[in-house]
């Protein structure tokens, strides 16, 4: 079993940067994709980027260049920095873990992913 813990949600104001954070413990040997999504009110949960055990990174293409995603502690904790937030970017925050592939595919339909933190509140008032 796998647990995944968020941190670092919050308020700040549009413009502003956020780091959140997502600690791994339990039977982690087989983490070979981890990942945020988010979801706002009203919307479906969408993919936000995902990073496989040798670090290389998959976006979302609304994301490029404001989010990047970092993985460190031998693969067991992964970061979200989040810069120029926009109100758009209000939601809240999940963390996701797999062993499997870590591609495209699983950006977009969580396919392997088959452990899930509670997730981070983040509010962007513009």
């Known amino acids: 079993q796998v647990q995944l813990a968020e941190s670092g949600g919050g308020s700040v104001q549009a413009g502003g940067s956020l780091k959140l954070s997502c600690v791994a413990s339990?039977?982690?040997?087989?983490?070979?994709?981890m990942g945020w999504f988010r979801q706002a009110a009203g919307k479906e949960r969408e993919g936000v980027g995902i990073?496989?055990?040798?670090?290389?990174?998959t976006y979302a293409d609304s994301m490029k260049g404001r989010f990047t995603i970092a993985r460190d502690h031998a693969g067991n904790t992964l970061h979200l920095h989040m810069n120029n937030l926009k109100p758009e970017d209000t939601g809240k925050y999940y963390c996701?873990?797999?062993?499997?592939?870590?591609?495209?595919?699983?950006?977009?339909?969580?396919?392997?992913?088959?452990?899930w933190g509670e997730g981070t509140l983040v509010t962007i008032s513009s």
């Open positions: 996701a873990l797999g062993g499997g592939s870590c591609g495209t595919n699983v950006l977009k339909t969580y396919v392997g992913l088959d452990f």
């Open positions: 990073i496989d055990s040798a670090g290389t990174t």
């Open positions: 339990g039977d982690t040997y087989s983490s070979n994709c």
